[in-house]
């Protein structure tokens, strides 16, 4: 593919993507004319726009690497200055993740290295993943992945080297080590402080589900991927606020806020959303909403049609759907219902207003749970306080 070609393509796109739904065959046949493999390559990338992605894409990202002739060459067994590439981890769209070892030291270290794909990328995805490093340098939390170095190889692309985190997905972790309620909770809680923090230092995740939260076997929780997150700190993101390239949705469907899934401004509050999406899913081993695909359409039109029912009836086993096989879960109905399926649902509100205003806020309410103090997601009858006062841990 030429530059030219290359170019042609990617304005194409970003014009297209401005039409609206209904006007976009009519502006692709006026603008595509004879040429189909165009039309192809362009219906392809709205195609790939409308997907979810993994944990190492950037979802939704238009990944304009994608559309040239090869694949890049695999770094396997390459030098990259004083780390080693052993093996791919995992790759995108957008980017591809090597585990490396450092070995110029006494001790050798391991570490995680992610590159853009392509040289010739584009320059939002260029763009992203510099902020993306620009973000990990300026978090440090015991909770969050890390970042250990940066460069550029000879071919312009940019990499960062990353704390290489050995875990599984948090609800798979969970799941495998058959946790009770309480561990659960506590692990969540570890979450919600790499959150705060993050939000503290303004910046909102906006891709937070279970494959970018991994538990290592000691328990420890690490936040990963900022691929997509959005800067409120101009200083951060070298002088400039994040600003979205028109018609580019940045999110996962599944997991993903109704404001983020409308098209609207992202908050805070948006990130309490996907938080409430993670918990649902490590309390149940189900997101609120089944989809049988991944596009923004249909998280639409599932939100809009139904609201989530308790964790303590999925719990129960009374909405599992036709060929779903329920997770053999140790948590009982009666663990979740009340307390935990209000703190759930209050983070899944719908309307931003009536979610938890912060984590730390969501936190604080678990604690209360878990303190066996009344929970600010209830209103509470003097029978109830009894109840939950007798009850407390003495």
Known sequence: MTPERYQRIKQLFEAVVAQPD???????DRECGDDPQLRSQIESMLESDQEGADFLEAPAVVSFSRLLDREPESLVGQRIGPYKIL??????????VYQAIRDDLPSTSTVAIKFIKSPAGSDLIARRFRQERQILAALEHPNIAQLLDGGTLEDGRPFFVMEYVEGKPIDVYAREQQL?????LELFLSVCSAVEYAHQNLVIHRDLKPANILVRDDSTVKLLDFGIAKLLNPSIGGGAADKTASGIRLMTPEYASPEQLRG???????DIYLLGIVLYELLTGHRP???????????????????????SVVAAGNSRQPGETPEQSPLTPDDLAGDVDSITLKALERDPARRYSSASELAQDIRRHLDGNPVLARSHSLPHLFRKLMKRPT
């Open 22 to 28: 209904g006007s976009r065959g009519s502006f692709l």
């Open 87 to 96: 093996r791919e981890l995992g790759k995108g769209g957008m980017a591809v």
């Open 180 to 184: 009770d309620l309480r561990t659960r």
């Open 264 to 270: 609207e401004p992202v908050t805070i509050v948006s």
């Open 289 to 311: 909403f089944r989809t049988s695909g991944n596009s923004a359409v249909e998280a639409m039109r599932a939100l809009a049609e139904r609201a989530p029912e308790k964790p």
